[in-house]
T-cell receptor, first 114, second 112 residues
Framework: GDSVTQMEGPVTLSEEAFLTINCTYT??????LFWYVQYPGEGLQLLLK?????DKGSNKGFEATYRKETTSFHLEKGSVQVSDSAVYFC?????????????FGAGTRLAVHP | DAMVIQNPRYQVTQFGKPVTLSCSQT?????MYWYQQKSSQAPKLPFH???????NEADTPDNFQSRRPNTSFCFLDIRSPGLGDAAMYLC???????????FGPGTRLTVL
């Protein structure tokens, strides 16, 4: 079945460091891909998305490119801040034609220190 | 502000004692979802409502049920909670297929 695999955390970085969180997926058809972020004590928030191959999603300095050939959707940011500390979830939505079911990865905790 | 609200944020129940978790939304979205997230694991979808149509995933435990009395509210009933049902339960809404899901803060369920 469809699945998402993320790199294990925690990822610990200094402020202004470069961030990469790897995400690969297994799916039939042409899924949409998402990154969600969960700050402490809050719900999941959509960070960015891409709906077809070679699309680049971007938001708040974060970017991810939908790579069909490598089945990947890696999250990157050029310069992280302490406020980026959170848990990041990669997710896919299979092409079902019916509803937007999300299949999540296990999440990667990011800790940024000054 | 339009939002998804889950109450309570923390719920403690005893083994085998029925428990109900609630979710409400002011977004007027057609679709409401319940996700179960166990510690350090990915959120998983037991079921969802598209309007009043209930959709069950194949591996949803038999002791999980859900009710949606109107557009705004959705309830998750666990008839006989076991220790394995302890988890964070996330409610989400969406306007329809292919659209962004909006999540509530979650309810953390502890089973003693």
């Amino acid at each position: 079945g469809d699945s998402v695999t993320q790199m294990e955390g925690p990822v610990t970085l200094s402020e202004e460091a470069f961030l990469t969180i790897n995400c690969t997926y297994t799916a039939t058809g042409y899924p949409s891909l998402f990154w969600y972020v969960q700050y402490p004590g809050e719900g999941l928030q959509l960070l960015l998305k891409a709906t077809k191959a070679d699309d680049k999603g971007s938001n708040k300095g974060f970017e991810a490119t939908y790579r069909k050939e490598t089945t990947s959707f890696h999250l990157e940011k050029g310069s992280v801040q302490v406020s980026d500390s959170a848990v990041y979830f990669c997710a896919l939505s299979p092409f079902s034609g019916g509803y937007n079911k999300l299949i999540f990865g296990a999440g990667t905790r990011l800790a940024v220190h000054p | 502000d339009a939002m998804v609200i889950q109450n309570p944020r923390y719920q403690v129940t005893q083994f085998g004692k029925p428990v109900t978790l609630s979710c409400s939304q002011t977004l007027n979205h057609n679709v409401m979802y319940w996700y179960q997230q166990k510690s350090s694991q990915a959120p998983k979808l037991p079921f969802h409502y598209y309007d009043k149509d209930f959709n069950n995933e194949a591996d949803t435990p038999d002791n999980f049920q859900s009710r949606r009395p109107n557009t705004s509210f959705c309830f998750l009933d666990i008839r006989s909670p076991g220790l394995g049902d302890a988890a964070m339960y996330l409610c989400a809404t969406a306007t329809g297929a292919g659209n962004e899901q909006f999540f509530g803060p979650g309810t953390r369920l502890t089973v003693l």
